[in-house]
Structure formats: C-alpha cells, structure tokens
C-alpha cells in the first residue's frame, strides 16, 4: 500500500530532550515535507526537501533540523524542545512537487512539557 | 509565507443538504487542491484543479478553478454523517509552492 509512515503517533517530551520523529515513504516520491499544525494557524511547512541531499526552509524552521539522506526517509529533529513546539506534526512526500499533491503521514502529536 | 483565505470558517449543517465553500488568495495559482482531514488523521486529497474555469468533480464533490486563478470552490451534495471533517484547500505553483487555507469545519447533523 502506498503510504507515508510517521513513528511514533504520540510523544510526550521534556524541555530541551532531543527527539527525532521519523518519516518515511514507499512511493519513490522527490519531494518531501514537514508541517505542524495548530488551533487557528493551520498546517505550516517546516522544512521540505526536493531531493537526496537537497533540503530548505519552509515558513516556520526555527528549532527544528531535518536530513534527507535517503530518498524514501525524512526525519524531523528537534535538538532542544520547547513548550511551544507542542503542536500535531504531519510528514508529506510528493512526486513532482505541490502541484501534484501531496500525500500526508497520519501525525505525530508531540507535548513538551 | 502566504495564506489562503477559507469561508466560512465552519458550517453545522442537517444531513441532505447541500455545502458550498470557497478558498481565496491574493495571488494566483495554477494548480488548486482541496483536501479533507479527518479527527486524528492526516489530509487527504479530494480534488486538484489544474486549469483556469475547470470543473472537476469526485462522486458527491464537485471543485471549481476561478477564472481569475485566485479562487476555488468546492461543492458537496446531498451531505451523510461521514462528510464530518475539515475542508482544506490548497493552492500550488511550480516546486514547493504549496499554499494551505484556513479551513472550513464540517458538522453534518443527523
């Protein structure tokens, strides 16, 4: 089934504990992409990568690394976690870009305290 | 960066009835998608609209591109209990120009 993989679903952090929460797609997609989602600001890009190798700043990087060392895996770093990194995060890959839609992960909804 | 414009923000509707919203951008955009999350869920695409003035439907939606290229409308007829969600549209240009709206909240009441 094509899909893209998010692990884990649920994470609760303390301040300044590094995490990473993996990403990763069978599709054989280019393009691939993080976003956070919060009440009453919708779904912001992170970070979005166009290739191996290949990564760059979406609206609202701050605090956040990614890696695309392979072209199915994209994972999502936060080296110090804050309270306002709280949010439900989404993974997404895309075959050519925006443009042809991307399919999104189930989320990751992480809570540092 | 940008942020496309949904209305209305949420919709409690009885089931049966008709839903229409719409999505606007003070830019243009040659590719439109609308996508639906569920609770918990990730969005999933609905409907991508790739021309000016095209009308593209899917079962019970029905999606229309603006002519001008800064808006889209999505329709859906005859609502059930599982058209609840979030309505997202997005708007899109070349590479990773890839816009969400605001959203619009779905409630169909038995």
């Known amino acids: 089934e094509a899909q893209v993989t998010q692990n884990p679903r649920y994470l609760i952090t303390v301040t300044g504990k590094k995490l990473t929460v993996t990403c990763s797609q069978n599709?054989?997609?280019?393009?691939m992409s993080w976003y956070r989602q919060d009440p009453g600001l919708g779904l912001r890009q992170i970070y979005y990568?166009?290739?191996?190798?290949?990564?760059d700043k979406g609206d609202v990087p701050e605090g956040y690394k990614v890696s695309r060392k392979e072209k199915r895996n994209f994972p999502l770093i936060l080296e110090s976690p804050s309270p306002n990194q709280t949010s439900l995060y989404f993974c997404a890959s895309s075959l050519l870009g925006g443009g042809y839609g991307y399919t999104f992960g189930s989320g990751t909804r992480l809570t540092v305290v | 960066g940008q942020q496309l414009n949904q209305s209305p923000q949420s919709m409690f509707i009885q089931e049966g009835e008709d839903v229409s919203m719409n999505c606007t951008s003070s830019?243009?955009?040659?590719?439109w998608l609308w996508y639906k999350q569920d609770p918990g869920e990730g969005p999933v695409l609905l409907i991508a609209?790739?021309?000016?003035?095209e009308l593209t439907s899917n079962g019970r939606l029905t999606a229309q591109f603006g002519i001008t290229r800064k808006d889209s409308f999505l329709n859906i007829s005859a609502s059930i209990p599982s058209d609840v969600g979030i309505y997202f549209c997005?708007?899109?240009?070349?590479?990773?120009?890839?816009?969400f709206g605001t959203g619009t909240s779905l409630t169909v009441i038995p």
């Open positions: 997005a708007g899109a240009n070349t590479g990773n120009q890839f816009y």
């Open positions: 599709m054989n997609h280019e393009y």
């Open positions: 830019s243009i955009f040659n590719t």
């Open positions: 609209l790739y021309k000016a003035g």
């Open positions: 990568s166009m290739n191996v190798e290949v990564t």
